[in-house]
């Protein structure tokens, strides 16, 4: 019988990589009778932190429009409707007035991903985020959305983000973590930083988590024996050479390194990316909001065949 994940991992991705994540695990509660609202804790970084946010809140997975006729949705409180839709009309707005110099922007940043570790990297990382001019556009609509929720800190939930004067990771809702609610944090975590403008808490300012990894997997609060399951959006089967591409070879690449660190302190890790459907589903644009009910639909066939093939344990 397989068990509930004791931590469950939360990759970034934009408004598609939440939709799919939402699907898979609707799919994988609905092929195993699992609660994935119970694990013990979440780790959410940009996207990611979103489905943390609502899974912490007590909020299920969102399913497709209709389902398989053979299956039935798992019992819960009924997940609220497109809860990234906030981050996919601000990320749209941002990236006509950014045009071609935010693609430009990204690239400088996909091969940090691939030394995180190296001396310095935190200092080379804030040199460039400092360097970057300040978008204008804010996320309050996605922090209302969340503050909406009522979720709070109360050790389960954690949501990276990144400072952007020092360049280094932090994690919101850790002990050692700065003070913020979850609003804010998930805010933080959700700021690209060629897109939208820092968010200040507390005087410091922060930006998306994704620019220090795609899925922070490395962070989550293990134990020998702990089993952890990591959805990373990025990390598409499709191989390409454009910029999404270079993306997601760095995502493998940067989530395989965590995934061993995790290993040797004990933990048994399963990581899923995409697989061939839900990647062509998804297409190039991770914030192209008219996807998302076909994202959501190919994600949770995957869950379901994930759950069939007994790999969630």
């Known amino acids: 019988m397989p068990t509930t994940p004791d931590v469950l991992v939360l990759g970034g991705g934009g408004v598609l990589g939440e939709a799919w994540m939402m699907g898979v695990l609707g799919g994988i509660e609905d092929g195993t009778e699992l609660d994935m609202r119970s694990c013990e804790y979440f780790v959410g970084t940009s996207a990611g932190a979103i489905v943390g946010a609502h899974l912490a809140a007590g909020d299920s997975p969102r399913r497709p429009r209709s389902l398989p006729k053979s299956i039935e949705a798992a019992p819960g409180l009924p997940a609220r409707a497109e809860p990234a839709s906030a981050l996919a009309v601000a990320g749209a707005i941002a990236a006509r007035r950014a045009g071609s110099w935010a693609l430009a922007a990204a690239g400088t940043f996909a091969p940090l991903a691939l030394g995180l570790a190296a001396p310095g990297g935190a200092l080379v990382r804030g040199a460039l985020l400092r360097r970057l001019p300040r978008p204008p556009l804010k996320l309050d609509r996605l922090e209302k959305q969340i503050e909406s929720l009522g979720a709070r800190f109360d050790g389960r939930l954690r949501v990276t983000a990144v400072e952007r004067g020092s360049g280094r990771r932090v994690v919101f809702g850790s002990p050692r973590g700065p003070r913020a609610t979850v609003a804010e944090a998930v805010t933080a975590s959700c700021t690209i930083p060629w897109l939208f403008a820092p968010v200040e808490i507390d005087g410091r300012e922060y930006i998306d988590g994704g ?59 399963r990581t899923f990316a995409p697989n061939a459907a839900c990647a062509e589903a998804m297409g190039l644009n991770l914030m192209d909001r008219s996807r998302s009910e076909r994202v959501l639909a190919a994600g949770y066939r995957q869950g379901l065949e994930i759950s069939a093939n007994g790999s969630v344990e």
Not at 233 to 246: K, R
């Open 211 to 269: 620019v220090w990894s795609p899925t922070n997997l490395d962070i989550a609060p293990v134990g020998r024996g702990a089993h952890v399951l990591c959805l990373n959006p990025t990390a598409s089967l499709t191989a390409t050479t454009d910029m999404i591409g270079v993306f997601r070879r760095v995502s493998r690449t940067a989530v395989a390194v965590e995934t061993l660190a995790l290993r040797r302190r004990g933990a048994t890790v």
